[in-house]
C-alpha cells in the first residue's frame, strides 16, 4: 500500500468532514450547546468552587465536543448516498474511520482549548502541569472521537437513530465519571460505577494537570485511554468492515 | 493486459445471490455496456468492480492490479459515477470538483485548471460557487461527472448515467462518454436504454438473475439472438389493423402515426404493402425497413434466461 496516498486519503475525508459537519445543527447542539447548559444547570445559584469543579466540565466538554462528529458522518452519507461515492475513490476503509476520527478530534481540541484558554484568562483557574494538560486534551479527544465514529458505524442511513442511540451511550457516562461529584468523593457502588466509564480516566486527567489531584497514577489514565482508542477504533472497523460485506 | 479483468464473481445477501459466479474481461479503450433488467445485478458488479462492496468470491484486476490487495492503486486508475449522480450537496460544485481531484494528487494549478476546463465542457461555470444542494437533477448529475473525469482517469465507470436526464443533459453526458474514450479512456456502463448501448459500446454484456447470459458486440448479438425484421410504414388516410393479413407478417403494432408490421420476409411484406396501397387507393407517407435490433436480442435472452 502506498502509504502517501493513504495520508492523503485520511486528510481529505477529514477536510470533507470538517467543511460539512461541523456546522450541522446536531453537532452544534449536543457538541456545543450542551455541555455548557448542563454544566450551568448544575452549578448555577449552589456556591460551589469553580476551581474544584473546572475539571470535570473540562473533561465533559471534550468528551461532548469529539464525540458529536462521528455519529452523524456515515448514517448522513448513507441517506444522501454519498458514502458509495467516497467508497470508489482512491480510499479504503481506514482512511474514512481516520478521516471520521480526526475530524471529531480536532473539533473536540479546538473548542476545549478555547475554553480553557477563555476559562483561564478571565476566571484565574490553576494550572499544575501543562504537558499532562496537553496529553489529556490529545488522548482524550482521539479516545471519545473513536467512540463517536464507533456510534456512527452501524449500518443505518437515518442520522436520528444513531443520535438517540449516541445520546443513551453519552448521557448515562457524564453521571458515573466524577463530573459532578469529585471521584475523591465518590464510595460505594458509585466509586465502582466510575471504573467502567472512560470518561473517568479523562477526567481523573484533568484534575491531575490543571488541580494536582488526581485520584489514578497518570500512567494508569493514559494506558486505560489507549486501550480504549485500541477498542473503539477495533470495533469501527470490524462493523463497518462487515457493513461492506453485507452492502449495508 | 486488459482495462478490467474479473472472474468467477459471486456476491449473496443473505439468502439472495445478486451476483452467480460472473466473469467480465474488458479490453482497454473499449466501451464496454452492461445491460440487464432491474434487479439482475448490475449495480452489484459495478459496485463490486469498483471497491464499494467485497466479493464473497472471485477475483478482480483493474489494469492488472488486485482491487482487493492493493485498493488505492487500483482506485487510482478509476473514475466513477454512481447511480443517482450522487455529490455533496453542502460542497459548491467547483469544491466537489477540486476535492475529488486532490484524491488523484494533482498539484494545485493543474486541479484549478481542470476543474475550470470541465465546468465550462459541461456548462456549469456560471454556477460553480453554488451550492449542489441547489441544482436540478441533470445540474447534479454533470457536476458527478466532472467529479469523476477530473484525474482523466484510464478507466471510466458509468452506472445508469442517463437515466431521467433531459435530452440536453442525455447529449452532454453522451458526448462527454465520446470525448473520454477518444482520449483514451476505457468506458464501462450500465444502462437500460438499449438504443444508448447500441449506438455507444463496442461490447455488451447482459446479465440476468446474477448470470452473465451473452457477451459481444451488439452487431453480433443482433445476428445471432434477433431474427424478426420489420417494416414501417405509414399512411395518409387512415387505415386499421385488418388492413395488415398476410400470411408473412408475424405482429403488427401502432408507433404513433405508423404501423411497425413484424415480419422474417421484409421483401415480401414490402411487395405486398405496395400492392394494398395500389388496391384501396392509399398514399403511402413513409415506408422503412430494419433489421433485427438489439432490443429484440436483449428481450429474447432476459426472458429466454
Not at chain 2, 472471485?58 to 482491487?67: E, W
Not at chain 2, 445476428?223 to 425484421?229: A, E, F, P, R, V
Request: glycine fraction near 8%; hydrophobic fraction near 45%.
Amino acid at each position: 500500500m502506498d502509504l502517501a496516498i493513504f495520508a492523503r486519503s485520511v486528510t481529505l475525508v477529514t477536510e470533507k468532514n470538517m467543511r460539512i459537519y461541523y456546522y450541522k445543527g446536531a453537532v452544534v447542539i449536543f457538541g456545543l450547546l450542551f455541555p455548557f447548559l448542563m454544566f450551568f444547570t448544575f452549578f448555577i445559584g449552589r456556591n460551589l468552587d469553580l476551581t474544584l469543579f473546572f475539571p470535570g466540565f473540562l473533561g465533559m466538554m471534550l468528551f461532548f465536543t469529539a464525540s458529536s462528529v462521528g455519529p452523524l458522518i456515515t448514517p448522513w452519507e448513507k441517506r444522501e448516498k454519498t458514502y458509495e461515492r467516497l467508497l470508489s475513490l482512491p480510499v479504503i476503509l481506514e482512511s474514512i474511520i481516520l478521516g471520521d476520527l480526526l475530524s471529531g478530534a480536532i473539533f473536540g481540541i479546538i473548542i476545549t482549548l478555547i475554553v480553557w484558554i477563555v476559562s483561564a484568562v478571565f476566571l484565574h483557574l490553576p494550572l499544575a502541569n501543562i504537558g499532562l494538560l496537553a496529553l489529556a486534551l490529545l488522548l482524550g479527544a482521539i479516545a471519545f472521537a473513536a467512540l463517536g465514529t464507533l456510534l456512527g458505524s452501524p449500518a443505518t442511513d437515518t442520522p436520528s437513530n444513531i443520535m438517540i442511540l449516541s445520546s443513551l451511550v453519552r448521557f448515562p457516562l457524564i453521571f458515573v465519571s466524577g463530573i459532578f461529584i469529585p471521584l475523591n468523593q465518590m464510595q460505594g457502588w458509585e466509586r465502582v460505577l466510575t471504573f467502567f466509564s472512560p470518561l473517568t480516566y479523562l477526567v481523573d486527567l484533568f484534575y491531575g494537570a490543571l488541580n494536582g489531584t488526581a485520584v489514578y497514577p497518570p500512567f494508569l489514565d493514559v494506558l486505560v485511554l489507549v486501550v480504549v482508542i485500541l477498542l473503539f477504533i477495533g470495533c469501527a472497523k470490524i462493523i463497518q468492515q462487515r457493513n461492506l460485506v453485507t452492502g449495508n | 493486459m486488459e482495462a478490467i479483468e474479473a472472474n468467477n464473481l459471486s456476491k449473496s445477501f443473505g439468502s439472495v445471490t445478486a451476483v452467480n459466479d460472473v466473469s467480465i474481461s474488458v479490453k482497454k479503450g473499449s466501451i464496454f455496456g452492461f445491460l440487464g433488467p432491474n434487479g439482475a445485478g448490475k449495480t452489484t458488479v459495478i459496485r463490486l468492480l469498483t471497491g464499494v462492496l467485497t466479493p464473497d468470491t472471485g477475483s478482480i484486476y483493474i489494469g492488472g492490479v488486485n482491487i482487493n490487495n492493493d485498493p488505492l492503486a487500483a482506485k487510482m486508475m478509476m473514475g466513477v459515477i454512481p447511480e443517482n449522480g450522487t455529490v455533496y450537496g453542502d460542497l459548491t460544485a467547483e469544491q466537489n470538483i477540486i476535492w475529488t481531484a486532490k484524491f488523484y494528487g494533482m498539484d494545485r494549478t493543474t486541479r484549478e485548471q481542470r476543474a475550470q476546463e470541465i465546468l465550462s465542457q459541461l456548462g456549469l461555470t456560471e454556477r460553480k460557487n453554488d451550492l449542489v444542494r441547489t441544482f436540478s437533477k441533470g445540474m447534479r448529475q454533470r457536476i458527478s461527472i466532472a467529479c469523476a473525469i477530473v484525474p482523466s482517469p484510464p478507466l471510466l465507470f458509468l452506472d445508469e448515467p442517463t437515466s431521467g436526464l433531459d435530452v440536453h443533459s442525455r447529449r452532454l453526458v453522451i458526448d462527454t462518454i465520446h470525448k473520454m474514450n477518444n482520449a483514451g479512456s476505457t468506458i464501462f456502463l450500465t444502462t437500460h436504454n438499449i438504443e444508448e448501448a447500441n449506438a455507444l459500446c463496442t461490447t455488451i454484456s447482459i446479465i440476468n438473475k446474477g448470470k452473465i447470459i451473452a457477451t459481444d458486440s451488439p452487431e453480433q448479438l443482433k445476428k445471432t439472438y434477433g431474427t424478426t425484421h420489420y417494416v414501417e410504414i405509414s399512411f395518409r388516410q387512415s387505415v386499421t389493423e385488418a388492413l395488415f393479413k398476410d400470411e408473412s407478417i408475424s405482429r403488427v403494432e401502432r408507433w404513433g402515426d405508423k404501423w411497425r408490421i413484424y415480419t422474417n420476409d421484409p421483401d415480401h411484406v414490402v411487395k405486398y404493402l405496395a400492392q394494398v396501397a395500389e388496391r384501396d387507393h392509399l398514399s403511402i407517407i413513409s415506408i422503412a425497413t430494419s433489421g433485427p435490433s438489439l432490443e429484440e436480442a436483449f428481450l429474447q435472452l432476459t426472458e429466454v434466461a
